[in-house]
């Protein structure tokens, strides 16, 4: 009965009558949304498993979404129009209940699947020496993805704690309740691709980040925001803002590893083709005309190696 206090007869009602009269066209794209995010984290969890390492994903990104995707997931439980959806499932069917819940279905994936995320940037990370010249790598540790382990369950806990002290003990709170987090979401979202774009610039390369995720998500993001939009209405809108911050900003990291993943296979492309090409004419680092056999016009023409290969041992 507490989760449902603080609910107004009338408000039950009209979200009943709502339930029992179901968009045909959104359900269709709310089932579709909800399968596009599980698949849509797929290449991201198998990108950092075939790896064997989590390196490139910053670990601020990680704390920033977990946290971020734990108060979108608490926001729309405790949302006033969800708990209406909640309580409508007494008395319609079962159908209808389970097409009303969708929404809650889609925020509740999201957060489990960037929590596998979680996982495996532990399970996999980096726990040997840093390479001497990367940088932007020297102030992550163990210890550090650790830390990052323990705040994003700290976090969660102290969601649940304070959820279940409001729904027991202030029902008519949870309003407020579900608007702060949604801002913490929306605040947490935004500043969540931050620390990610710029580590990706720092290294020049996206590392174990997963480019067909993000080409999936990026768009999805702004579905899946006017999706939820048409069902909450502008009283949700401390729900469906969360994605379209993130849509943005996703776009923008999208965009940026695109253009590192173009210009490395280029480079390897003009390695292949110097690779084929020895013998032949071509520039060395410093600018000069490199010849037949790898030598350059700064070669002494009085090679040491070539001509002890090459000249005849008196008799």
């Given at each position: 009965?507490?989760?449902?206090?603080?609910?107004?007869?009338?408000?039950?009602?009209?979200?009943?009558?709502?339930?029992?009269?179901?968009?045909?066209?959104?359900?269709t794209l709310s089932i579709f949304i909800l399968l596009g995010i599980l698949v849509s984290y797929l290449p991201q969890h198998y990108r950092?498993?075939?790896?064997?390492?989590?390196?490139?994903?910053?670990?601020?990104?990680?704390?920033?979404?977990?946290?971020?995707?734990?108060?979108?997931?608490?926001?729309?439980?405790?949302?006033?129009?969800?708990?209406?959806?909640?309580?409508?499932?007494?008395?319609?069917?079962?159908?209808?209940?389970?097409?009303?819940?969708l929404g809650i279905a889609q925020v509740g994936v999201q957060w489990f699947c960037f929590s596998v995320i979680l996982l495996l940037f532990?399970?996999?990370?980096?726990?040997?020496?840093?390479l001497p010249n990367n940088h932007a790598e020297k102030q992550y540790t163990w210890r550090t993805a650790l830390t990052v382990a323990f705040?994003?369950?700290?976090?969660?806990?102290?969601?649940?704690?304070?959820?279940?002290?409001?729904?027991?003990?202030?029902?008519?709170?949870?309003?407020?309740?579900?608007?702060?987090?949604?801002?913490?979401?929306?605040?947490?979202?935004?500043?969540?691709?931050?620390?990610?774009?710029?580590?990706?610039?720092?290294?020049?390369?996206?590392?174990?980040?997963?480019?067909?995720?993000?080409?999936?998500?990026?768009?999805?993001?702004?579905?899946?925001?006017?999706?939820?939009?048409?069902?909450?209405?502008?009283?949700?809108?401390?729900?469906?803002?969360?994605?379209?911050?993130?849509?943005?900003?996703?776009?923008?990291?999208?965009?940026?590893?695109?253009?590192?993943?173009?210009?490395?296979?280029?480079?390897?492309?003009?390695?292949?083709?110097?690779?084929?090409?020895?013998?032949?004419?071509?520039?060395?680092?410093?600018?000069?005309?490199?010849?037949?056999?790898?030598?350059?016009?700064?070669?002494?023409?009085?090679?040491?190696?070539?001509?002890?290969?090459?000249?005849?041992?008196?008799?």
């Amino acid at each position: 009965m507490g989760m449902f206090s603080g609910l107004t007869v009338g408000h039950i009602a009209s979200r009943c009558e709502k339930l029992q009269e179901p968009d045909y066209f959104n359900l269709t794209l709310s089932i579709f949304i909800l399968l596009g995010i599980l698949v849509s984290y797929l290449p991201q969890h198998y990108r950092i498993i075939a790896r064997g390492t989590s390196e490139g994903i910053s670990p601020y990104f990680i704390l920033l979404g977990t946290t971020s995707g734990t108060c979108a997931f608490a926001n729309i439980l405790v949302l006033p129009a969800s708990r209406a959806d909640v309580a409508c499932c007494k008395t319609i069917s079962t159908f209808e209940c389970a097409a009303g819940l969708l929404g809650i279905a889609q925020v509740g994936v999201q957060w489990f699947c960037f929590s596998v995320i979680l996982l495996l940037f532990l399970v996999f990370f980096p726990r040997g020496p840093p390479l001497p010249n990367n940088h932007a790598e020297k102030q992550y540790t163990w210890r550090t993805a650790l830390t990052v382990a323990f705040l994003c369950l700290l976090h969660g806990l102290l969601v649940i704690i304070v959820s279940a002290a409001l729904i027991i003990s202030r029902p008519n709170h949870l309003g407020k309740w579900a608007n702060t987090l949604g801002i913490m979401a929306t605040i947490l979202a935004g500043i969540q691709y931050l620390p990610q774009i710029w580590m990706t610039w720092q290294l020049g390369h996206v590392g174990s980040l997963s480019i067909p995720m993000m080409l999936i998500q990026t768009p999805g993001s702004f579905v899946w925001s006017a999706s939820l939009a048409a069902r909450l209405g502008v009283e949700g809108w401390s729900t469906w803002g969360v994605f379209l911050v993130t849509g943005c900003l996703q776009g923008c990291l999208l965009v940026m590893g695109i253009c590192f993943e173009i210009k490395a296979r280029r480079e390897r492309g003009a390695e292949a083709e110097g690779v084929n090409g020895i013998g032949s004419t071509e520039t060395d680092d410093e600018g000069g005309t490199v010849v037949e056999d790898g030598l350059s016009e700064n070669t002494p023409l009085l090679n040491g190696s070539r001509k002890s290969s090459r000249t005849p041992v008196p008799k």
